[in-house]
């Protein structure tokens, strides 16, 4: 593995998990529209914000997870238009996250994650068979997307800094600062590839991203329902308010990324990104 540059581990480094979790909210409330909607006591308000606070983590670790995968079985592919080095750094900044989400994990739920190790989202033969199959731009596409999609997350926490726990708050801090140099690398190696594809095969695998697309929200969907299927049982919550969690959407920093995600794809269109940017516009409405 490569070294970081100082500034940025020291940022991670700097970073205090020790602040004891508050029986409140942890993320401001209406950060998810389905959690916000559902009818539950104040109590059960402040597991479910939990709750949903510790599948983000775990949602990105496995996002992480994907591109790190692929940035190391399959580098032959765009080894023409990014260097070894900065592959490299990417890979090892991308870890430093995953480190950081299952510090969190520890301290959001100490009983199920004693551990750093994965719950709700285990790594399967159909995620590396996904991989495998993925072309380089549809990959790289999802990858800017996704990331774009976190950069907003401690921008919402800070609306609402006494719904916000302040671990939480530094870690997706320090995230959005390496997922914009993350991103910067993605644009590069997307406008670099339109040099090595006929307008209609790179169109190709721009359309491909959106099955790859579904196939991620199906995975994150399940997880996501099988954790509030439990939650409602536990609580023995009524079948409208149990429906309500169960139903996950995209949350108010998703939206953001995504449009402005659209917006910037607008502004620089990708060959075949015209019905991409009219897919992720409807998945916000």
């Not at 709700?120 to 993925?134: E, G, H, M, T, Y």
């Not at 919402?156 to 910067?184: F, L, N, S």
């Not at 790179?202 to 996501?224: C, E, H, K, N, T």
Request: charged share 25%; glycine share 4%; hydrophobic share 45%.
């Amino acid at each position: 593995m490569t070294s970081a540059p100082a500034r940025r581990v020291s940022g991670w480094d700097d970073i205090d998990y020790s602040v004891p979790l508050p029986d409140s909210f942890v993320l401001p409330e209406t950060h998810w529209p389905s959690l916000h909607a559902a009818e539950l006591t104040p109590r059960q308000r402040i597991a479910a914000n939990q709750l949903a606070a510790s599948f983000s983590c775990e949602m990105f670790i496995h996002c992480e997870r994907y591109v790190i995968s692929y940035m190391r079985d399959h580098r032959v592919r765009v080894r023409q238009v990014v260097t070894d080095g900065a592959l490299d750094r990417f890979i090892f900044e991308e870890e430093l996250h995953i480190a950081a989400f299952y510090r969190l994990l520890n301290r959001l739920r100490p009983d199920t994650y004693p551990s750093p190790t994965s719950v709700l989202l285990k790594w399967s033969w159909l995620d590396r068979l996904v991989l495998k199959a993925a072309p380089a731009v549809s990959l790289f596409l999802i990858a800017a997307l996704f990331e774009e999609m976190s950069l907003y997350v401690h921008e919402v926490m800070d609306e609402e800094p006494t719904q916000a726990y302040a671990p939480i708050r530094a870690v997706m801090a320090q995230h959005a600062v390496d997922e914009q140099g993350h991103i910067k690398l993605d644009d590069h190696v997307l406008l670099k590839l339109t040099g090595f594809f006929p307008r209609w095969l790179y169109a190709l695998q721009v359309w491909l991203s959106l099955p790859l697309m579904l196939y991620v929200d199906g995975v994150l969907g399940r997880a996501w329902r099988k954790l509030f299927a439990d939650f409602a049982a536990r609580e023995q919550l009524p079948a409208s308010a149990a429906k309500a969690l169960r139903a996950r959407r995209p949350s108010r920093s998703d939206v953001i990324g995504i449009e402005r995600f659209v917006a910037k794809l607008r502004g620089a269109p990708l060959p075949g990104s015209r019905l991409l940017c009219a897919a992720l516009s409807l998945a916000t409405k």
